[in-house]
């Protein structure tokens, strides 16, 4: 059975009882304190949702501190493959006890990762019945595009000075969901690395406020 996750939680930012929640997942080596910052910003956008950022399964076993989703020691496409199934059976679990705990439903959830977070936010959401309102990837790439159980709507963000997962992760994704029928938007960022900027946060509080606002 796969461990319970938990980590930080915020908002939401209008108080009373969340309506709609927001999953952030974290990279490689940090933990869920490393993206609920984002949550006062986005709250504007939906100040009805609640923001959980899990902490990942794993320890890290590339560094002495911080949590991983899979291991990434072995990047054959094969391990890759294996490691991200393990991560969202955990991630699945997750948010089937959340969603019943607040009496939510899967179009009022949506997931948002950073690179290897980003891979499981992907894999997870494009394989959920019935899927995420949708999914927003940072600096990930697209793993198993084959066997798509749905096609919630996407953004993929990307620095194109990306030094640690490139550029070409989120561009192949692109070209791998357009064609299987996903609606996705994209934005590549000139001179930026493996991070965020401001640009791209503001575009994830737009795909959230389209998809999980009140008039969603």
């Known amino acids: 059975m796969p461990e319970t996750?938990?980590?930080?939680?915020?908002g939401p930012a209008e108080g009373g009882a969340p309506r709609k929640l927001v999953v952030l997942l974290h990279g490689l080596g940090a933990d869920g304190f490393d993206l609920i910052d984002l949550?006062?910003?986005?709250?504007?956008?939906?100040p009805?949702?609640?923001?959980?950022a899990p902490h990942a399964p794993e320890p890290c076993d590339l560094a002495p501190y911080g949590r991983q989703w899979f291991s990434v020691q072995d990047r054959t496409p094969a391990r890759m493959?294996?490691?991200?199934?393990v991560a969202a059976a955990h991630l699945d679990a997750f948010l089937d006890a959340?969603?019943?705990?607040?009496?939510?439903?899967?179009?009022?959830?949506?997931?948002?990762?950073?690179?290897?977070?980003?891979m499981t936010a992907l894999f997870t959401g494009l394989r959920?019945?019935?899927?995420?309102?949708a999914i927003l990837a940072y600096s990930g790439r697209l793993?198993?595009?084959?066997?798509?159980?749905?096609?919630?709507?996407?953004?993929?963000?990307?620095?194109?000075?990306?030094?640690?997962?490139?550029?070409?992760?989120?561009?192949?994704?692109?070209?791998?969901?357009?064609?299987?029928?996903v609606p996705v938007e994209a934005?590549?960022?000139?001179?930026?690395?493996?991070?965020?900027?401001?640009?791209?946060?503001?575009?994830?509080?737009?795909?959230?406020?389209?998809?999980l606002g009140a008039a969603a």
């Open 5 to 10: 996750l938990d980590g930080p939680r915020w």
């Open 39 to 46: 949550a006062p910003g986005w709250g504007k956008a939906v």
């Open 48 to 52: 009805d949702a609640l923001f959980l």
């Open 81 to 85: 493959l294996a490691g991200v199934q």
């Open 98 to 118: 959340e969603t019943a705990r607040l009496g939510l439903s899967a179009g009022d959830v949506a997931l948002m990762g950073f690179s290897q977070g980003a």
């Open 128 to 133: 959920r019945d019935p899927p995420p309102a």
């Open 143 to 181: 793993l198993g595009a084959e066997g798509l159980a749905a096609r919630p709507p996407v953004l993929l963000v990307h620095g194109e000075a990306d030094e640690v997962v490139p550029v070409s992760g989120s561009r192949d994704a692109e070209a791998a969901l357009r064609a299987a029928g």
């Open 187 to 211: 934005a590549y960022r000139p001179g930026l690395g493996h991070g965020l900027d401001d640009a791209g946060i503001a575009l994830g509080g737009l795909m959230l406020q389209q998809h």
